[in-house]
C-alpha cells in the first residue's frame, strides 16, 4: 500500500502570497489517480485537482497541480482569504484509496 | 445535481455495532460509472477510506478495517450503508459517504455528503 507524505505540515502566509504544496508517494503512483481536496473547518473537503493536474469544475485558475512519479505539487498562485484551509492528497492503487496526513495553510 | 446525505446515531457503547445509511439523490444510484464509499475523519485527524461499493454488489475495503466492516447497496431506495462491528474509542470519527467513478471517470471523490458525527463512549 502506497504511503503518502504531505509537506510542510503548516504554511504560515500572506493574503496574495504564493502556496507550494507538496505530495509525495512511498513508491510511483499514476498521474490519473493523483488528487487533491480543500478542506475548511466543520466543512466535507472539496475536490480541486484530479489527474494530478486537472481542476475541478468551478475551481479558481489561482488552483494548480504538477508532478508525476512520486513527487507532486499543489500550488495557489495568489492566496486569497477563502484559500486558508487544510489541504489533503489522495491516490488510488491496488483497489485502495490512501489520503496524505494533510498541510494546513493558516494566515502569517 | 448529485447529493448524499449521511444518517445514523451518533453514539454507540464499546463492542456495539456502527451502522450507517448513506442516501443518494438528484441521481442515480446505478450508474455505470459510479461506486459509493464511505470516508471517516477523527477529530482533528486527517481521512480515511473504509470501503467503496458498486451498484451491482461489488465491494472493496480498507485492509485495515476490512475485518470489521460491511458495506452494502440497496438500489430500490437509493442507499448504500457501512456496518462496522466491535467499535471501540478509536473509531469516534466524523463519516462521510461520496461518490467517486472508476478508471475511466476518476478515483477522486466527489460529491461528499455533510459527514455525521459517531461517537464511541462508554
Known amino acids: 500500500e502506497v504511503v503518502l507524505t504531505q509537506s510542510p505540515g503548516t504554511l504560515s502566509l500572506s493574503p496574495g502570497e504564493r502556496a507550494t504544496l507538496s505530495c509525495r508517494a512511498s513508491?510511483?503512483?499514476?498521474?490519473?489517480?493523483l488528487v487533491w481536496y480543500q478542506q475548511k473547518p466543520g466543512q466535507a473537503p472539496r475536490l480541486l485537482i484530479y489527474?494530478?493536474?486537472t481542476r475541478a469544475p468551478g475551481i479558481p485558475d489561482r488552483f494548480s497541480g504538477g508532478g508525476s512519479g512520486t513527487d507532486f505539487t499543489l500550488t495557489i498562485s495568489r492566496l486569497e482569504p477563502e484559500d486558508f484551509a487544510v489541504y489533503y492528497c489522495?491516490?488510488?492503487?491496488?483497489?485502495?484509496?490512501?489520503f496524505g496526513p494533510g498541510t494546513k495553510v493558516d494566515v502569517k | 445535481q448529485l447529493q448524499l446525505q449521511e444518517s445514523g446515531p451518533g453514539l454507540l457503547k464499546p463492542t456495539e455495532t456502527l451502522s450507517l445509511t448513506c442516501t443518494v439523490s438528484?441521481?442515480?444510484?446505478?450508474?455505470?460509472?459510479?461506486?459509493w464509499g464511505w470516508v471517516r475523519q477523527p477529530p482533528g485527524q486527517g481521512l480515511q477510506w473504509i470501503a467503496s461499493?458498486?451498484?451491482?454488489?461489488?465491494?472493496f475495503y480498507n485492509p485495515s478495517l476490512e475485518s470489521r466492516a460491511t458495506i452494502s447497496v440497496d438500489t430500490s431506495k437509493s442507499q448504500f450503508s457501512l456496518r462496522l462491528r466491535s467499535v471501540t474509542a478509536a473509531d469516534t470519527a466524523i463519516y462521510y459517504c461520496?461518490?467517486?467513478?472508476?478508471?475511466?471517470?476518476?478515483?477522486?471523490?466527489?460529491?461528499w455528503g455533510h459527514g455525521t458525527l459517531v461517537t464511541v463512549s462508554s
Open positions: 438528484g441521481g442515480s444510484i446505478s450508474s455505470s460509472s459510479d461506486y
Open positions: 489527474g494530478a493536474s
Open positions: 461499493v458498486y451498484y451491482s454488489g461489488r465491494t
Open positions: 489522495q491516490v488510488y492503487g491496488d483497489s485502495v484509496f490512501t
Open positions: 461520496a461518490r467517486h467513478g472508476d478508471f475511466f471517470s476518476g478515483r477522486h471523490f466527489d460529491p
Open positions: 513508491r510511483g503512483v499514476s498521474n490519473i489517480y
